[in-house]
């Protein structure tokens, strides 16, 4: 027997992802495994993730594999250099959670005195619906189930058909969803939960159910005592499996109805399970109270990806009485608000409509292409791993897929997937991107992306080793079913092909063999297929710049991974802390390299993305236009932020800017040159059109504050409305800024403003301004910036001396226009 000792490098504790991973690495071998957490004595089967799961092994822990077989020194050094030089990787980050919120009541709310009942804000948002108090079925209604000598037999036909239904919503899933099913998959595939069913059946003589049920509380009970919350929380996702699994065995026992939502809803529970919160109807759901949740709860995560307002800290015992009652959540101020009445619900009204201002606002500029003023356009794409992703990119202002992962359909199951399944998805992301290319970048697997079913060997240094393009001959076949899976739905749009990890001719000639062969079968089979597809490369191996020309014989365009090319450029493995420093992009020689590979394929008439991290730093943008880059790829979220600098850019400039770059002598010298061109932040001017509000539909002097300072948060002159809205409430306090004549002058001078501002609202009713100057038609207020040199008390002043003029105030209440009051200003005031 040989014997592994190391500490837990994982800073949330051996939780799925590891232990899946650590799993996989074990069952490459025949012998014996066994991981034993030595601070609590737990042993484990290591080729077993739920009785990983179950040792409870927290960072720092004392750990020890005990490998005994015929194939054990082999097992022993493949696993030693895993733990030691991988294992730590494998930690899932967790998406931290924003803290329970201590914002304030907004004065604009708690000045009618609303009914409110707090509680910890665990995922922001605005909701409005009528209350469901949620209870549980209490799976338990399934031990009345008889004990059957057939129910081994059930157990095995149950879990076959749980796999197939999570296997089925895995295909319309993204994001966080897909991830958080495919753990559930991964656990119910684990022999140790069968296993574990299995001795509670064969040792109590009692049904599956009863078997099920015991065993799920042995399981969670040792994970409830697990001194990580992480780890306690997991015993909703063993619930959760357990009792779909009891779904699907027994699916004549009558659970009543089920979570069904009829209009727009706030559900207050408990908790929900992730299945349950995957079958709701999301247009319907406005948001959930739920008291036990924890801060790392699947269900939680999948809320916030979606958007969708959480609290918690609530007991369902104080909502009883509310049950289908209209309420309103506010997970930021962290309150459920409840028996609302007129200027309760007219807040709301506002803070809701601000909210969808501004979304339209952002779904509109996201539209508009990157070009810069001088005519030069730049495509902007997409990195994505599933087709899921591919609407929301789409959203945020995507002209295309510039890349597609497709080893994500490959990776963390127990198989490959089959060629329909990989058809599915390559037709789905075509079909959401219409008429705009899709750059599918065949399998990128092996080297560090371990795939436990193709039983490649551990290596030394996986970066540089046998991975994409390099294993595709020992696996012809897999390959073979993704390009067949590919031309098939190239049909249905615009698809390109990439290869990664090229650097020789060899390569893309062999590949271009397969795709031919693979058009030959699927002809053969009489199934349609794309007969010409556009054909490029990954450019991260750098022998690849020096045969540039050679491979535009060949290919159609061609995408530089930043990421990988600068690390082999430099031989600096970016994973290792001892020389990370020297991990760098912008650097002489990086950005002559870019400048070669650009230069000379552009000469030749082939086309050149980027869909590194690079390409979405808004920093080195004016370096990437000037370098002659066609197409940068990036994350969805960064897409809006770079369309709209490469809009206030001039190519020209750009160009001068990357040849003195490249003449730099270092990385400081260039960094020193971007802060010299550092493109100025656009100053807003005081007056603007986007600030004036006419007529505007306001009820109170609540909402007019309220909605003029949400406007300048919505028109990015504020991060702060709340805060803002504070400022010019202690105004309010000190002097009354009713001036007469039904006009109003709130006014601050604050550090919650980001471009000191004049906003106008136009009322169409006259309200109760609570100044003993009468009621307001008319407001005009000022928010200027704490270190503006104009003074908010001047601006005032000027304003109020205008207004004693009857002609001034006429025409301000004529103005047929916001154009008009804008223009009118103009032509009155200095400032």
Same mark, same amino acid.
């Given at each position: 027997?040989?014997?592994?000792? $190391?500490?837990?490098?994982?800073?949330?504790?051996?939780?799925?992802?590891?232990?899946?991973?650590?799993?996989?690495?074990?069952?490459?071998?025949?012998?014996?495994?066994?991981?034993?957490?030595?601070?609590?004595?737990?042993? @484990?089967?290591?080729?077993?993730?739920?009785?990983?799961?179950?040792?409870?092994?927290? &960072?720092?822990?004392?750990?020890?594999?005990?490998?005994?077989?015929?194939?054990?020194?082999?097992?022993?050094?493949?696993?030693?250099?895993?733990?030691?030089?991988?294992?730590?990787?494998? +930690?899932?980050?967790?998406?931290?959670?924003?803290?329970?919120?201590?914002?304030?009541?907004?004065?604009?709310?708690?000045?009618?005195?609303?009914?409110?009942?707090?509680?910890?804000?665990?995922?922001?948002?605005?909701?409005?619906?009528?209350?469901?108090?949620?209870?549980?079925?209490?799976?338990?209604?399934?031990?009345?189930?008889?004990?059957?000598? =057939?129910?081994?037999?059930?157990?095995?036909?149950?879990?076959?058909?749980?796999?197939?239904?999570?296997? %089925?919503?895995?295909?319309?899933?993204?994001?966080?969803?897909?991830?958080?099913?495919?753990?559930?998959?991964?656990?119910?595939?684990?022999?140790?939960?069968?296993?574990?069913?299995?001795? %509670?059946?064969?040792? !109590?003589?009692?049904?599956?159910?009863?078997?099920?049920?015991?065993?799920?509380?042995?399981?969670?009970?040792?994970?409830?005592?697990?001194?990580?919350?992480?780890?306690?929380? !997991?015993?909703?996702?063993?619930?959760?499996?357990?009792?779909?699994?009891?779904?699907?065995?027994?699916?004549?026992?009558?659970?009543?109805?089920?979570?069904?939502?009829?209009?727009?809803?706030?559900?207050?529970?408990?908790?929900?399970?992730?299945?349950?919160?995957?079958?709701?109807?999301?247009?319907?759901?406005?948001?959930?109270?739920?008291?036990?949740?924890?801060?790392?709860?699947?269900?939680?995560?999948?809320?916030?990806?979606?958007?969708?307002?959480?609290?918690?800290?609530?007991?369902?015992?104080?909502?009883?009485?509310?049950? +289908?009652?209209?309420?309103?959540?506010?997970?930021?101020?962290?309150?459920?608000?409840?028996?609302?009445?007129?200027?309760?619900?007219?807040?709301?009204?506002?803070?809701?409509?601000?909210?969808?201002?501004? !979304?339209?606002?952002?779904?509109?500029?996201?539209?508009?292409?990157?070009?810069?003023?001088?005519?030069?356009?730049?495509?902007?794409?997409?990195?994505?791993?599933?087709?899921?992703?591919?609407?929301?990119?789409?959203?945020?202002?995507?002209?295309?897929?510039?890349?597609?992962?497709?080893?994500?359909?490959?990776?963390?199951?127990?198989?490959?997937?089959?060629?329909?399944?990989?058809?599915?998805?390559?037709?789905?992301?075509?079909?959401?991107?219409?008429?705009?290319?899709?750059?599918?970048?065949?399998?990128?697997?092996?080297?560090?992306?371990?795939?436990?079913?193709?039983?490649?060997?551990?290596?030394?240094?996986?970066?540089?080793?046998?991975?994409?393009?390099?294993?595709?001959?020992?696996?012809?076949?897999?390959?073979?079913? =993704?390009?067949?899976?590919?031309?098939?739905?190239?049909?249905?749009?615009?698809?390109?092909?990439?290869?990664?990890?090229?650097?020789?001719?060899?390569?893309?000639?062999?590949?271009?063999?397969?795709?031919?062969?693979?058009?030959?079968?699927?002809?053969?089979?009489?199934?349609?297929?794309?007969?010409?597809?556009?054909?490029?490369?990954?450019?991260?191996?750098?022998?690849?710049?020096?045969?540039?020309?050679?491979?535009?014989?060949?290919?159609?365009? $061609?995408?530089?991974?930043?990421?990988?090319?600068?690390?082999?450029?430099?031989?600096?493995?970016?994973?290792?802390?001892?020389? @990370?420093?020297?991990?760098?992009?912008?650097?002489?020689? $990086?950005?002559?390299?870019?400048? =070669?590979?650009?230069?000379?394929?552009?000469?030749?008439?082939?086309?050149?993305?980027?869909?590194?991290?690079?390409?979405?730093?808004?920093?080195?943008?004016?370096?990437?236009?000037?370098?002659?880059?066609?197409? /940068?790829?990036?994350?969805?979220?960064?897409?809006?932020?770079?369309?709209?600098?490469?809009?206030?850019?001039?190519?020209?400039?750009?160009?001068?800017? @990357?040849?003195?770059?490249?003449?730099?002598?270092?990385?400081?010298?260039?960094?020193?040159?971007?802060?010299?061109?550092?493109?100025?932040?656009?100053?807003?001017?005081?007056?603007?059109?986007?600030?004036?509000?006419?007529?505007?539909?306001?009820?109170?002097?609540?909402?007019?504050?309220?909605?003029?300072?949400?406007?300048?948060?919505?028109? +990015?002159?504020?991060?702060?409305?709340?805060?803002?809205?504070?400022?010019?409430?202690?105004?309010?306090?000190?002097?009354?800024?009713?001036?007469?004549?039904?006009?109003?002058?709130?006014?601050?001078?604050?550090?919650?403003?980001?471009?000191?501002?004049?906003?106008? @609202?136009?009322?169409?009713?006259?309200?109760?301004?609570?100044?003993?100057?009468?009621?307001?038609?008319?407001?005009?207020?000022?928010? /200027?910036?704490?270190?503006?040199?104009?003074?908010?008390?001047?601006? &005032?002043?000027?304003?109020?001396?205008?207004?004693?003029?009857?002609? &001034?105030?006429?025409?301000?209440?004529?103005?047929?226009?916001?154009?008009?009051?804008?223009?009118?200003?103009?032509?009155?005031?200095?400032?």
């Amino acid at each position: 027997m040989l014997k592994i000792e $190391f500490l837990c490098p994982l800073p949330n504790g051996l939780h799925a992802r590891p232990a899946y991973e650590l799993k996989g690495q074990c069952g490459l071998f025949d012998s014996e495994i066994i991981f034993i957490n030595q601070r609590s004595n737990h042993r @484990a089967d290591a080729k077993s993730s739920l009785a990983l799961i179950s040792t409870g092994t927290l &960072f720092n822990d004392a750990c020890l594999l005990e490998i005994h077989g015929h194939d054990e020194e082999k097992a022993y050094r493949a696993l030693d250099t895993y733990i030691k030089q991988s294992f730590a990787d494998s +930690d899932s980050e967790i998406e931290p959670l924003p803290v329970a919120t201590t914002r304030p009541i907004p004065r604009s709310l708690s000045h009618f005195q609303p009914s409110l009942i707090h509680g910890c804000g665990l995922s922001s948002g605005i909701g409005h619906g009528a209350l469901l108090i949620y209870r549980h079925t209490n799976i338990d209604i399934y031990k009345s189930q008889p004990a059957n000598v =057939q129910d081994p037999l059930l157990l095995e036909h149950s879990l076959i058909a749980l796999a197939e239904q999570l296997n %089925h919503q895995l295909t319309s899933l993204k994001g966080q969803s897909k991830t958080i099913i495919n753990a559930h998959l991964s656990l119910i595939q684990d022999k140790e939960f069968s296993q574990n069913i299995l001795r %509670h059946l064969n040792q !109590r003589k009692c049904s599956l159910a009863t078997a099920a049920i015991e065993s799920m509380e042995e399981v969670c009970g040792k994970l409830a005592m697990s001194a990580s919350e992480y780890l306690r929380e !997991r015993v909703q996702d063993i619930r959760d499996i357990t009792a779909q699994l009891l779904q699907v065995a027994y699916p004549n026992v009558n659970l009543g109805a089920p979570l069904v939502l009829h209009k727009p809803t706030i559900i207050a529970a408990e908790d929900i399970t992730p299945s349950q919160f995957l079958s709701l109807d999301k247009q319907l759901l406005a948001g959930m109270v739920l008291a036990q949740t924890g801060r790392t709860s699947h269900t939680l995560i999948l809320a916030r990806s979606l958007g969708i307002p959480v609290l918690s800290g609530i007991e369902l015992s104080a909502l009883q009485h509310l049950d +289908d009652k209209t309420v309103f959540i506010d997970a930021q101020a962290g309150i459920l608000v409840i028996e609302p009445n007129e200027d309760v619900s007219g807040y709301f009204s506002v803070a809701l409509g601000l909210e969808q201002q501004n !979304r339209a606002r952002q779904l509109k500029m996201a539209d508009l292409p990157a070009v810069t003023q001088d005519g030069r356009c730049i495509e902007i794409g997409a990195n994505i791993g599933t087709a899921q992703e591919a609407p929301a990119a789409f959203s945020q202002g995507a002209e295309g897929i510039g890349l597609f992962r497709t080893e994500m359909l490959f990776m963390d199951r127990d198989k490959a997937p089959d060629e329909q399944e990989q058809f599915e998805a390559y037709q789905q992301v075509l079909m959401n991107a219409g008429n705009h290319p899709v750059i599918f970048r065949t399998m990128d697997i092996g080297g560090d992306k371990k795939i436990s079913y193709l039983n490649i060997p551990q290596e030394e240094n996986p970066f540089l080793g046998y991975r994409a393009v390099r294993i595709y001959p020992e696996f012809t076949e897999l390959f073979t079913l =993704q390009l067949r899976a590919i031309l098939r739905a190239a049909t249905t749009g615009y698809a390109r092909l990439m290869i990664p990890m090229v650097h020789t001719l060899d390569e893309i000639l062999w590949v271009k063999q397969q795709i031919a062969s693979a058009q030959l079968s699927l002809k053969a089979e009489g199934l349609r297929y794309a007969e010409t597809l556009e054909l490029g490369i990954m450019v991260e191996v750098p022998s690849v710049c020096f045969i540039i020309d050679h491979f535009c014989d060949e290919v159609d365009f $061609f995408s530089i991974g930043s990421n990988d090319i600068t690390q082999y450029l430099y031989a600096v493995d970016r994973n290792n802390q001892r020389v @990370a420093h020297l991990y760098n992009p912008i650097t002489p020689s $990086f950005l002559r390299m870019l400048r =070669q590979i650009i230069d000379v394929a552009h000469r030749r008439e082939r086309w050149v993305g980027l869909c590194g991290e690079l390409g979405g730093e808004p920093r080195y943008l004016p370096l990437l236009i000037g370098l002659g880059l066609d197409e /940068l790829s990036m994350s969805g979220a960064r897409i809006p932020a770079i369309k709209e600098l490469a809009r206030k850019l001039s190519a020209e400039e750009c160009v001068a800017l @990357a040849n003195r770059a490249c003449e730099c002598k270092s990385a400081n010298d260039i960094e020193a040159l971007l802060d010299t061109q550092a493109i100025p932040a656009e100053q807003k001017p005081l007056l603007a059109l986007e600030n004036i509000i006419v007529p505007a539909p306001l009820t109170n002097k609540e909402q007019v504050i309220q909605y003029l300072c949400g406007n300048l948060a919505i028109q +990015d002159r504020t991060d702060h409305p709340t805060e803002l809205e504070e400022d010019v409430w202690q105004r309010e306090d000190i002097v009354t800024t009713g001036v007469g004549f039904g006009f109003a002058i709130p006014h601050t001078k604050s550090t919650h403003i980001k471009h000191s501002s004049i906003s106008i @609202a136009r009322l169409e009713k006259v309200i109760d301004w609570q100044s003993e100057m009468g009621e307001v038609d008319f407001v005009i207020m000022l928010t /200027l910036g704490a270190q503006d040199s104009v003074s908010h008390v001047k601006v &005032f002043s000027q304003l109020a001396r205008k207004l004693v003029k009857k002609e &001034f105030r006429e025409a301000m209440r004529s103005a047929p226009d916001a154009e008009a009051i804008l223009s009118l200003l103009q032509s009155e005031l200095t400032f």
